[in-house]
């Protein structure tokens, strides 16, 4: 198949990303709550499943919109119909909400019906018209469909629910090598991808600016975390993605579910805790775990996509680890003060920020008379041999 070209990102997508973190933040807020002092697990289960679908949604507009030939009447008309109905999907969850009801499994068909048919209405013989594309949204919107038939917390029903959730989100994955690679358009994905995760963090920002009103000292300081956050996320993106990589965009978009997951939560779980609704010990564990999840994911994300000249050594990994470690350590000490914890999280931020910076997005020039590390050395002695 010849290579298209990639459609320039325009305002209908800016609008797009923007009401869609809107979407998502609302899920985060309406199903994670908590219980006895802590995250309830449920809803973590329901915001992860949630969240899984509204990525999927987003994800293949992604798609769709860097691939598909533009035709701006019938993408304005499937625009305003998937936000309406992805709006409508967050009014019908709710707090403590027990299992899917038939309007959250109906609206989640018919988003993926209709998906499934603007792929094949406006894809005619381009790189969106693929088996890849259309088949798991059709799969996923029948299955969905059939789970209404089942009602209420009936265990069958969900089942059916999370099957049809779980098609459309890994069918494009799977089904990758039948994607040709020349349509990739990594820049454009990653470009849409970069806009989303930013505004993603503003609106974890916006979870807790109600106490920044008194300047109280926690929502500051998780204000200041956050932004160290968004700087280890833009330095990544900025000084070690390759833009130019013909690489395939779908781990980019996999791996990025998680990173918006955790963002959202991190901004839920420190609301919760300053609003007196989770001990300072378990929201001290949510918090390291989030940390750790984030990294991972950042990590992965730059080793996959990185570009020459970066240092991803193991060496370079073994920092992060040691001082993921120490602030673990730090916070079982302060873990019944929650302003103490939130320093010590700003810091390890802000050394981690500083070392990817550092030493492994600008590596010092190493010159021949200078002694090497162990690591080095071994590596050039096994080259020799």
Same mark, same amino acid.
């Given at each position: 198949?010849?290579?298209?070209?990639?459609?320039?990102?325009?305002? @209908?997508?800016? *609008?797009?990303? #923007?009401?869609?973190?809107?979407? #998502?933040?609302?899920?985060?807020?309406?199903? !994670?709550?908590?219980?006895?002092?802590?995250?309830?697990?449920?809803?973590?289960?329901?915001?992860?499943?949630?969240?899984?679908?509204?990525?999927?949604?987003?994800?293949?507009?992604?798609?769709?919109?860097?691939?598909?030939?533009?035709?701006?009447?019938?993408? @304005?008309?499937?625009?305003?119909?998937?936000?309406? !109905?992805?709006?409508?999907?967050?009014? =019908? #969850?709710?707090?403590? =909400?027990?299992?899917?009801?038939?309007?959250?499994?109906? @609206?989640?068909?018919?988003?993926?019906? @209709?998906?499934?048919s603007q792929y094949w209405l406006n894809g005619r013989g381009s790189a969106v018209k693929q088996p890849a594309f259309i088949v798991p949204l059709l799969l996923g919107g029948v299955i969905a469909c059939f789970a209404t038939i089942v009602p209420g917390? /009936?265990?069958?029903?969900?089942?059916?629910?999370? #099957?049809?959730?779980?098609?459309?989100?890994?069918?494009?994955?799977? !089904?990758?090598?039948?994607?040709?690679? =020349?349509?990739?358009?990594?820049?454009?994905?990653?470009?849409?991808?970069?806009l989303f995760t930013v505004l993603l963090f503003a609106r974890s920002v916006m979870?807790?600016?109600?106490?920044?009103?008194?300047?109280?000292?926690?929502?500051?300081? *998780?204000?200041?975390?956050?932004? !160290?956050?968004?700087?280890?996320?833009?330095?990544?993106?900025?000084?070690?993605?390759?833009?130019?990589?013909?690489?395939?965009? &779908?781990? /980019?978009?996999?791996?990025?579910?998680?990173?918006?997951?955790?963002?959202?939560? &991190?901004a839920n779980v420190t609301r919760l805790f300053i609003n007196g609704r989770i001990i300072p010990v378990n929201f001290a564990i949510w918090m390291i775990i989030l940390l750790a999840i984030y990294t991972v994911a950042l990590a992965l994300y730059l080793l996959v996509y990185q570009r020459d000249g970066l240092d991803t050594s193991l060496k370079r990994g073994r920092f992060f680890v040691i001082a993921l470690l120490c602030f673990t350590l730090y916070g079982v000490v302060t873990v019944n003060i929650g302003a103490l914890f939130l320093m010590g999280m700003c810091a390890y931020l802000?050394?981690?920020?500083? *070392?990817l910076w550092q030493f492994v997005l600008n590596p010092p020039q190493v010159s021949d008379d200078e002694p090497q590390d162990e690591d080095d050395a071994n590596k050039n002695n096994h080259d020799s041999e």
């Amino acid at each position: 198949m010849a290579q298209s070209k990639a459609r320039p990102l325009g305002m @209908s997508a800016v *609008f797009y990303d #923007i009401i869609f973190t809107f979407v #998502i933040d609302r899920l985060a807020r309406s199903l !994670l709550y908590a219980n006895r002092g802590t995250i309830d697990w449920r809803s973590c289960v329901s915001f992860g499943l949630m969240a899984l679908c509204s990525w999927t949604v987003w994800t293949y507009q992604v798609i769709y919109a860097s691939r598909a030939p533009a035709r701006p009447l019938l993408d @304005s008309l499937y625009l305003a119909l998937n936000l309406f !109905l992805s709006i409508y999907l967050t009014t =019908t #969850i709710g707090v403590w =909400t027990v299992a899917p009801t038939i309007s959250t499994k109906l @609206s989640t068909a018919l988003l993926f019906f @209709s998906l499934a048919s603007q792929y094949w209405l406006n894809g005619r013989g381009s790189a969106v018209k693929q088996p890849a594309f259309i088949v798991p949204l059709l799969l996923g919107g029948v299955i969905a469909c059939f789970a209404t038939i089942v009602p209420g917390p /009936a265990m069958g029903g969900q089942i059916l629910y999370v #099957i049809g959730i779980l098609i459309p989100a890994g069918g494009p994955w799977l !089904l990758r090598n039948r994607i040709p690679e =020349t349509n990739s358009h990594f820049r454009a994905i990653s470009t849409r991808i970069t806009l989303f995760t930013v505004l993603l963090f503003a609106r974890s920002v916006m979870q807790v600016t109600d106490s920044l009103a008194n300047l109280e000292l926690q929502p500051v300081l *998780f204000f200041v975390s956050t932004v !160290l956050m968004l700087a280890s996320y833009l330095l990544v993106v900025e000084l070690g993605i390759d833009a130019h990589t013909k690489q395939s965009s &779908m781990f /980019a978009l996999l791996i990025h579910m998680p990173l918006m997951a955790t963002i959202l939560m &991190m901004a839920n779980v420190t609301r919760l805790f300053i609003n007196g609704r989770i001990i300072p010990v378990n929201f001290a564990i949510w918090m390291i775990i989030l940390l750790a999840i984030y990294t991972v994911a950042l990590a992965l994300y730059l080793l996959v996509y990185q570009r020459d000249g970066l240092d991803t050594s193991l060496k370079r990994g073994r920092f992060f680890v040691i001082a993921l470690l120490c602030f673990t350590l730090y916070g079982v000490v302060t873990v019944n003060i929650g302003a103490l914890f939130l320093m010590g999280m700003c810091a390890y931020l802000f050394a981690c920020d500083l *070392f990817l910076w550092q030493f492994v997005l600008n590596p010092p020039q190493v010159s021949d008379d200078e002694p090497q590390d162990e690591d080095d050395a071994n590596k050039n002695n096994h080259d020799s041999e």
